[in-house]
């Protein structure tokens, strides 16, 4: 929350939370959670998901990129409103 209040984009508030040391995988996922919602996903730099590969275990070589994951979470988000 220290990470958002203080700050005015994602990346500044994603990069305060990473700055404050221990657990900053966690801390920076919970914050970015948060930027997303306050200032939306036009707001997270282009740089930061354009190389987002994520592996599928047991599917082969196939990968998820950031329009993928996007897609999965909002069938995810459609499903839990039902």
């Known amino acids: 929350m220290w990470a ?3 700050t005015t984009t994602f990346a500044e508030a994603v990069r305060a939370a990473v700055d404050l040391g221990g657990d900053t995988d966690t801390v920076a996922a919970v914050t970015g959670t948060l930027a ?3 200032y939306g996903r036009a707001a997270v730099p282009e740089h930061w998901t354009a190389t987002l590969h994520v592996p ?9 990129d950031a329009d993928d994951l996007r897609g999965l979470a909002q069938r995810l988000a459609a499903a839990g409103s039902r």
């Open 4 to 6: 958002l209040r203080t």
């Open 56 to 64: 599928l275990p047991g599917f082969g070589d196939r990968v998820l």
């Open 36 to 38: 997303g919602a306050r």
